[in-house]
């Protein structure tokens, strides 16, 4: 099967891009012929070097990754890159605009086209979308008719979609892949003696609520035993950087190798954001061993379990309770790990090329 996989680049959030890398190599390694796109977009918002980041990070050494900028070129190159391709895949936070080309070209060709969002489920896009003027109207009348196959990381989306009179077998949920570290050890547990490192990645923006972590940082900076890492890059950075205290330290954008050392070095995986889709750093998090005090959102309740004991509302104060109480324990037996069986890359493959090769 040759697939074309799209990935709208609005990359100060790079995960859209990593699941679409990982999703395109696995399928290579497993035979299938896979081009990897990415594209910037006339509306992005972030630097136009994002993508060159992320290909260098990722070393796509056998997947011809390659940065489109601009509608017209955007365009050009839907209507023109393997013609003959059995499906395109376009990954997405959610319906905008530029899907239109897409759409349209789709059904110029007669080809199957499957839509992978990514979105949080905590915002409604399409019916925002729907309100938006004749453009957008005409790009959602488009993606009822035109889409073959859509694939949700969540029950809030599907539900979403359903409401919005697409039919039930053109739904699917397939989850987040996680190619798991070769070196770690079966369980890894937190030693009491050593201090703690609490690790917080993505993109510093508001909507990703990083001053709530700087927050509790705050709230623990008296325990000189405690430190917290940022793994990311974005506009409230200097910002946060000012309202942190001596026990934060801010690493930037890290490459992947660097990512990894982090993941390593660190003991607490924190993460005050609501708005996720199935958070690509959390499950790296838990392949490295650390223990996830996230959000109590269902993206975070579907990899952990809604018994998880660190689903955490929005609130320094609970976060702070969570952080001492691992700290006070010590070592924590959480077997995580098994829950990266259900994340396999060859399992959601197979999950995938069956939604591939629906019509």
């Given at each position: 099967m040759t697939i074309v996989h799209y990935v709208a680049n609005y990359s100060l959030q790079r995960g859209l891009e990593r699941q679409a890398f990982l999703q395109a190599s696995t399928l290579n390694r497993l035979g299938h012929n896979c081009e990897?796109?990415?594209?910037?977009?006339?509306?992005?918002?972030?630097?136009?070097?994002?993508?060159?980041?992320?290909?260098?990070?990722l070393s796509p050494s056998f997947i011809p990754a390659k940065e489109i900028t601009g509608a017209f070129n955007v365009l050009m190159m839907f209507l023109f890159t393997n013609i003959k391709s059995d499906?395109?895949?376009?990954?997405?936070?959610?319906?905008?605009?530029?899907?239109?080309?897409?759409f349209l070209v789709s059904k110029l060709f007669d080809q199957r086209l499957v839509v992978k969002l990514s979105n949080s489920g905590q915002?409604?896009?399409?019916k925002k979308l729907e309100l938006a003027g004749p453009i957008s109207r005409l790009t959602?009348?488009?993606?009822?008719?035109?889409?073959?196959?859509?694939?949700?990381?969540?029950?809030?989306?599907?539900?979403?979609?359903?409401?919005?009179?697409?039919?039930?077998?053109?739904?699917?949920?397939?989850?987040?892949?996680?190619?798991?570290?070769s070196n770690i050890p079966s369980k890894k547990s937190y030693d009491k003696n050593q201090g703690l490192n609490i690790l917080i990645v993505g993109s510093l923006q508001n909507?990703?609520?990083?001053?709530?972590?700087?927050?509790?940082?705050?709230?623990?900076?008296?325990?000189?035993?405690?430190?917290?890492?940022?793994?990311?890059?974005?506009?409230?950075?200097?910002?946060?950087?000012?309202?942190a205290k001596e026990n934060v330290q801010f690493h930037g954008r890290l490459d992947q190798k660097n990512l990894m050392s982090l993941y390593n070095l660190c003991d607490l995986y924190l993460s005050t954001s609501s708005a996720e889709g199935m958070s690509n750093s959390l499950?790296?998090?838990?392949?490295?061993?650390?223990?996830?005090?996230?959000?109590?959102?269902?993206a975070n309740s579907n990899v952990l379990g809604e018994?998880?004991?660190?689903?955490?509302?929005?609130?320094?104060?609970?976060?702070?309770?969570?952080?001492?109480?691992?700290?006070?324990?010590?070592?924590?037996?959480?077997?995580?790990?098994?829950?990266?069986?259900?994340?396999h890359p060859d399992l959601i493959s197979r999950s995938l090329l069956k939604v591939y090769s629906k019509n």
């Open positions: 990897l796109w990415t594209l910037t977009l006339p509306d992005d918002f972030s630097n136009q070097k994002s993508i060159d980041f992320v290909v260098k990070c499906c395109r895949v376009i990954h997405i936070h959610g319906l905008s605009r530029f899907c239109l080309v897409f915002k409604s896009v399409f959602l009348k488009l993606a009822k008719r035109c889409v073959s196959q859509w694939i949700c990381l969540n029950q809030t989306n599907v539900n979403e979609l359903k409401d919005l009179s697409i039919p039930s077998y053109r739904i699917n949920i397939v989850y987040n892949m996680c190619q798991p570290p909507h990703k609520n990083p001053y709530l972590s700087v927050l509790v940082s705050n709230y623990l900076k008296k325990y000189k035993d405690i430190h917290f890492h940022f793994a990311g890059d974005g506009p409230c950075l200097n910002n946060l950087r000012q309202l499950l790296e998090a838990i392949s490295y061993g650390l223990i996830p005090i996230v959000m109590n959102i269902e018994n998880y004991p660190f689903l955490v509302d929005d609130d320094a104060h609970k976060i702070c309770e969570s952080i001492l109480s691992i700290k006070r324990n010590g070592s924590h037996s959480f077997n995580l790990f098994s829950i990266l069986k259900n994340h």
